[in-house]
């Protein structure tokens, strides 16, 4: 009801339509960013954290996160690196905001409706064989997810994780009262609507990741370090709109609607979603793991596997037929991630990227709902 009367009061002071706003980023070059740490547990002293945190980007009070902009390795090559050492007995968050992310809705582009979020995430890794990490499993610690700033509070919206293989993740529709605060003064909520009482009512956009340590009953408390990565970030943010038009995110693989002033998009519907997938990761093959190529015998037999299931896939036929693609296809997938699982010549640096691509379109595939 609340966010049925906040569409209401959007509209009923509706601005001519702006076109959708997208701020995206999958290179990270550290000026364009900054990050700010939000709370501080009670900590002792303790001669490893500051140690831990001497080389530190931001080092507050019982914690600190380490950013670096790393060449290779992410999800597409460049990827932005995080490090978090939290010492102490509860949660601390840092917020990552791109400089010229900032959206007023007292501006010109008038009120947000709701925002689409997306990022490639990734978690801590350690030495195992890469077969047991896939995106099912989760890292060590490290809640990510998008975030706001308004007037001097931080909101962020929880629930998700990373893991130790790269995986997509991706939230749509969110609206004010889907983020929390977390520090600050006084509204639970941010404003999207420009009408609030707040100062100051411009939007700052990022990410978060935060952690938590809990003590050990017996034994010192200890740094808690947790290591990560994002890739791809991407926020799409959605005035009050008029036309189909004005929803355009500049994503092939979704459809974009306008409904009542409101931006509604939703995946291409059955194989459709899985095949533009399909040809994104065919274009990004011979780049995902940055400039440590994929062996060419390799990257070859990816592609070949990736194509098959391409077509495959484009088949029009119904019921049975279309459940035996599906099964097909899967294995086709299987077979693509087993070559890279069992490669001699790859270095960790370009498995992981290699088998979240191929994990997440395995996904997707097996999320497809034939009843439909």
């Known amino acids: 009801m609340l966010r049925a009367l906040a569409l209401l009061s959007l509209l009923l002071v509706r601005m001519p339509a702006v076109a959708t706003v997208v701020f995206e980023d999958g290179t990270f070059e550290p000026v364009q960013w900054e990050v700010t740490q939000v709370g501080s547990p009670p900590c002792g002293e303790d001669s490893f954290f500051s140690v831990a945190c001497a080389d530190a980007q931001v080092s507050g009070p019982c914690g600190c996160s380490q950013v670096s902009q790393e060449p290779v390795g992410g999800f597409g090559g460049t990827y932005r690196r995080i490090d978090l050492v939290l010492l102490g007995d509860g949660p601390i968050t840092w917020f990552h905001h791109p400089k010229d992310a900032t959206y007023d809705p007292r501006g010109p582009q008038g009120p947000l409706v709701s925002l689409d979020y997306a990022e490639d995430a990734l978690g ?35 629930g998700l994780f990373t893991a130790c293989a790269w995986t997509h993740e991706e939230l749509r529709g969110l609206m004010a009262d889907d983020f929390v605060a977390i520090d600050g003064c006084c509204e639970p909520h941010p404003d999207f609507s420009g009408q609030g009482p707040e100062a100051d009512a411009r939007l700052e956009l990022g990410f978060f990741r935060a952690n938590a340590h809990l003590e050990v009953v017996g034994f010192p408390t200890a740094p808690h370090a947790t290591g990560g990565g994002i890739d791809n970030f991407r926020m799409a943010l959605d005035p009050v709109c008029v036309t189909d038009e004005d929803c355009d995110d500049r994503d092939e693989c979704t459809s974009d609607t ?20 399909l040809r994104r990761a065919l274009t990004a093959l011979p780049g995902v793991c940055g400039s440590e190529q994929p062996p060419a015998k390799l990257q070859s037999r990816l592609g070949a596997r990736l194509a098959r299931t391409e077509r495959l896939l484009a088949e029009r036929r119904g019921g049975r037929a279309a459940r035996r693609r599906k099964r097909r296809g899967l294995r086709l997938l299987g077979g693509a991630a087993g070559l890279v699982r069992s490669s001699e010549t790859l270095d960790r640096g370009c498995q992981l990227p290699l088998y979240g691509l191929i994990t997440d379109l395995e996904i997707l595939l097996a999320q497809v709902d034939l009843r439909k």
């Open 258 to 277: 306008c409904a009542g002033g409101r931006c509604m998009r939703a995946r291409l519907p059955g194989f459709d979603v899985v095949r533009c997938e």
């Open 124 to 158: 801590a890794v350690d030495d195992e064989d890469v077969g047991s990490c896939g995106s099912e499993v989760g890292a060590e610690g490290q809640a990510t997810g998008p975030a706001v700033r308004q007037n001097g509070t931080t909101y962020i919206r929880p």
